[in-house]
Every structure is written in C-alpha cells, then in structure tokens.
C-alpha cells in the first residue's frame, strides 16, 4: 500500500504538517514507518515525528503519542537479528523525544513519564538484538538508542533520586552482562556513558550508592582469574571496559561537569588502574 503522503516532500517543505490530512492518519503511518527496513523511509519518519514533537504539534495529544509510540518497545521482543529490531529501536528515540518535549514544556503527569520509563528500562533490559549497522537496511542501534531514551528519562524532572539510580541499575546490569551477543564498536559506550552523565549532574544520587555502582562495572571489565585458555576474555569483558573508558574521558573532557567531578575522576583512575593491571598498572620492568 503506498504512503498517503510523499514524506520526502514533507521534508523538503521544512516539515510542515500536510494540511489535507487527519493528523491521526499521518502519525499512523509514520509509526508503522519507523519499523521498516527501509532505511531511508525510517529516518524520515523518525525525522518528522521527533520535529513535530519538538514543535508542539503533538502538544495537545503528549500522553497519547507516547503511549502509542511505547507500544513498539515490545515489538518482536526476544528476537535476534530479524527486521523487528528497527520498530523497538526507533520507538525508543521517539519516546525519548515526548520525555524530553515534556521537560521543556510540561504536559504529562509524574506517573506518566514513570510508566514509560518502566517500558523503557523493560525493553533495554530484554532486547536481545545488539546490532549497530545491519548491512542493506541501516541502522539498528537498538543499545545506542537505548541509551539516548534513557538520557531522556535521566533529564526529566519527573524523576527523582529513586528513578535515577534505576536508570544507573539498568545500564550497569546491560553493561556487566556475561555472555553478550557482541562487544560494541558502534559508539554503544559512549552514549551510555553520556547517559550516565545526564544523571550524575543531576546531583541527587548519593555518592555511597555511586561508588559501588562503578566499582561493580569495574570487577566486570577485569579478565577473570579462572578464565580458561579457549575462552574470549575480550568478549566477557570488552563492553564494561570500554564504558568505564568512555565515562572516564567524558568526566575529564566534558564541557558540562556533574557535582564532585574531581573525585569522581580520581575514582574512575583507580578503577580503570584495577581493570587493566597489565597496561595502567605499576610498570614491571627497571632499568
């Protein structure tokens, strides 16, 4: 069935919405699009969605859209390496934008913005699909995306301390998780380590549930003594290390500090002098 409007045009039209019709059906479509493997009809669709919620056409109707838009984290939930991957990950970006449209101009309620962080944390902590680029349909980027949703949901001042540190829970158990369908080498660290970000500045997790929390990445991302010869010990512990690289240059480098940013750098070295004792490490030679 084609489309009911040329979203090429729309684009080209600097996104303004087709005034000949129902706003319904065009945002209909547009969620079907967002699951497509056609990439280039995917982010259009994404590109329309996230501008009409950026400027307010969807303002009246917030709750709604959000709610529909959710409905596309469970999507084919549990598969690996099909094309129901895109619907889950694209959803993931729009709903980020709804959270993000209600911090700056408020129309949801508190419960609201919690229920879709449930959905959220859900899907990130099930999806089993890790993909980044897939060869002829585009970008996947279900981890990435994830992490992007999250940061949203970090910046909302619809959550507190308790929802924060659910936010840090959710990207320490997906970063330790044993066994991972891949280690990430599409940028999938550095977004969760901007995420983690957005939550330290907000300032409202204790530092005594921080530390512990970055310690345990940390325990992860050090190859374990027992390891045997046949096993990767670079796929056990990749992903963690490369979180704790990530977080540790963005805390250092970052234009935008959180509270105690020194100390948390500090930690980070000593965390990271654990983690890899071969290179960071007192040196064993002498001269």
């Not at 090429?8 to 209909?28: G, I, N, Y």
């Not at 895109?86 to 408020?106: C, Y």
Request: charged share 25%.
């Amino acid at each position: 069935m084609p489309p009911i409007v040329d979203w090429r045009h729309v684009s080209a039209a600097d996104f303004r919405v087709p005034p000949e019709r129902r706003l319904a059906d065009l945002t209909e479509e547009l969620t079907e699009l967002l699951g497509t493997p056609d990439s280039e009809q995917r982010e259009l669709a994404l590109a329309v969605l996230c501008t009409w919620v950026e400027r307010g056409v969807y303002d009246d109707l917030l709750p709604g859209l959000g709610d529909g838009i959710a409905t596309g984290l469970l999507t084919g939930l549990g598969e690996r390496d099909t094309d129901s991957v895109f619907r889950r990950s694209f959803s993931a970006l729009v709903v980020a934008e709804v959270i993000d449209r209600d911090s700056r101009r408020p129309r949801v309620n508190r419960a609201k913005v919690h229920e879709w962080g449930d959905r959220l944390a859900t899907w990130f902590l099930m999806e089993r699909d890790e993909r980044g680029y897939v060869e002829g349909h585009g970008w996947a980027h279900a981890i990435a995306h994830g992490a992007d949703a999250l940061g949203a949901l970090a910046r909302s001042p619809h959550c507190g301390p308790g929802e924060l540190l659910v936010v840090l829970d959710v990207i320490g158990d997906r970063v330790t998780r044993k066994n991972p369908a891949t280690v990430w080498y599409s940028g999938e660290a550095d977004r969760l380590a901007m995420t983690t970000l957005h939550v330290l500045r907000r300032g409202l997790v204790p530092d005594e549930l921080v530390e512990p929390w970055l310690e345990r990445i940390a325990d992860a991302a050090r190859p374990r003594r027992d390891a045997t010869d046949g096993e990767d010990v670079y796929r056990q512990t990749g992903n963690a290390a490369a979180f704790l690289r990530a977080l540790y240059l963005q805390l250092a480098l970052g234009p935008a500090t959180p509270p105690r940013r020194s100390d948390l750098v500090l930690l980070l070295v000593q965390l990271l002098r654990r983690a890899h004792p071969a290179y960071l490490g007192p040196s064993q030679h002498r001269a």
